[in-house]
């Protein structure tokens, strides 16, 4: 299984437990790797033919940017069914950056994994 992956996906929403993060919007950073089989797509070099990440990004960004989780585990396992179920996309991993949310790191998040990453073979 192939690899589409998109790095750094910065989106504004309202996130955290605090009364204070409830009132502000901030930054998440998205790392995304999906399984894909690319051969078709090598081969037809269309982009009817993959998965289109541009059309990933714009779905997650508007879910994002719509919601208001208190947890970034709770966005990530949100966000990793959207694309299992809007783009059936058999494994995916979803990393959730919260920048600059613990003084003295640079940031602090969570990777959740989800799904198959070998597609299941037939015993027919």
């Known amino acids: 299984m192939d690899t589409i992956f998109i790095r750094e996906l910065t ?4 996130i955290g437990a605090y009364d204070w993060e409830r009132e502000i919007k901030q930054p998440v950073v ?4 999906m399984a ?11 982009v009817d033919d993959t998965l289109n990440y541009k059309t990933v990004c ?14 970034i585990e709770t966005l990530a396992e949100r966000v990793a069914g959207l694309i299992i179920d809007e ?3 058999p494994w995916l991993r979803v990393q959730v950056n919260k920048r600059g949310a613990l003084r003295g790191a640079k940031d602090v998040g969570v990777i959740i994994e989800r799904g198959n990453r070998t597609p299941v073979q037939s015993l027919e």
């Open 11 to 14: 989106v504004e929403t309202v």
């Open 30 to 33: 998205f790392d995304l790797e």
């Open 36 to 46: 894909c089989d690319v051969a078709r797509a090598a081969a037809t070099d269309s």
């Open 58 to 71: 714009n779905r997650v960004i508007a879910f994002v940017e719509g919601s208001e989780f208190q947890l």
């Open 87 to 89: 783009f059936e996309v």
